[in-house]
């Protein structure tokens, strides 16, 4: 990307990058932005979105994790879980077992327990969410998300494994638009879908 002049910050959470979206806007600058729905400054978000157009993408609601995830298939979830260094995957089925209250950290233990709110357990972990009947423990369950995609390595796994496991299918017409207002925007023609 960066020898067509794309450069890709964090914009180290949501209310930041409204901020600095925003300050980017006031200057002049040509750039986009990839952005969670929290529900919060709607206002805000609204104006910026009618100033960059194609160029901001915002999921229709929720947040990376849920839309990704949610849109892994159940016969998948495992692979999901897995970390392909070999490193994670304990630390995440400790995550899931947990949150679900028992001492087995098998994926099967796991699963059994959890039964059909599995995906939502594991968009839980790994997004930080802190149950409400533990606010006190609020630290803990969100550092959950640490061992899950939180970080540039764990970005970059949830998007292989968004085309290995099969959600590309389901996210690709909400982010293609957003991939190809960038082309366009470094002179690059459109494409109907994304080069694994």
Same mark, same amino acid.
Not at 1 to 6: Q, R, Y
Not at 105 to 111: L, P, Q, T, Y
């Given at each position: 990307?960066?020898?067509? &002049?794309?450069? #890709?910050?964090?914009? &180290? $959470? ?8 925003? !300050?980017?806007?006031?200057? $002049?600058?040509? +750039? ?20 960059? $157009? ?24 495992? *692979? ?20 679900? &209250? #028992?001492?087995?950290?098998? +994926? ?7 039964? /059909? ?8 972990? !790994?997004?930080?969410?802190? @149950? ?7 630290? #803990? ?7 899950? +995609?939180? =970080?540039? =390595?764990? $970005? ?5 494994? *968004?085309?290995?496991? %099969?959600?590309?299918? =389901?996210?690709? @017409?909400? #982010?293609? @638009? ?8 470094? %002179?690059?023609?459109? /494409? /109907?879908?994304?080069?694994?």
């Amino acid at each position: 990307l960066e020898k067509h &002049g794309v450069h #890709i910050s964090d914009g &180290g $959470g949501n209310e930041a990058t409204l901020d600095l979206l925003e !300050a980017l806007a006031k200057g $002049g600058l040509c +750039f986009g932005g990839f952005a969670d729905d929290e529900g919060k400054n709607k206002t805000r978000w609204a104006s910026v979105a009618v100033g960059l $157009g194609s160029l901001l993408f915002r999921w229709a609601s929720g947040y990376l994790e849920e839309n990704v995830v949610g849109a892994v298939p159940d016969d998948k979830l495992e *692979a999901l879980v897995a970390d392909p260094e070999e490193e994670k995957t304990g630390m995440r089925l400790r995550t899931l077992a947990v949150r679900l &209250g #028992i001492e087995e950290k098998s +994926f099967e233990a796991v699963k059994e327990r959890a039964g /059909t709110n599995l995906k939502a357990l594991i968009i839980a972990a !790994a997004s930080g969410k802190v @149950p409400e009947s533990k606010a006190s423990e609020r630290k #803990i369950y969100q550092a959950h998300a640490q061992g899950w +995609f939180k =970080t540039v =390595t764990g $970005g970059r796994e949830l998007a292989g494994k *968004a085309f290995s496991l %099969g959600a590309w299918s =389901t996210l690709k @017409p909400q #982010i293609m @638009p957003f991939c190809n207002a960038v082309q366009k925007a470094v %002179g690059l023609p459109e /494409t /109907t879908d994304i080069a694994q």
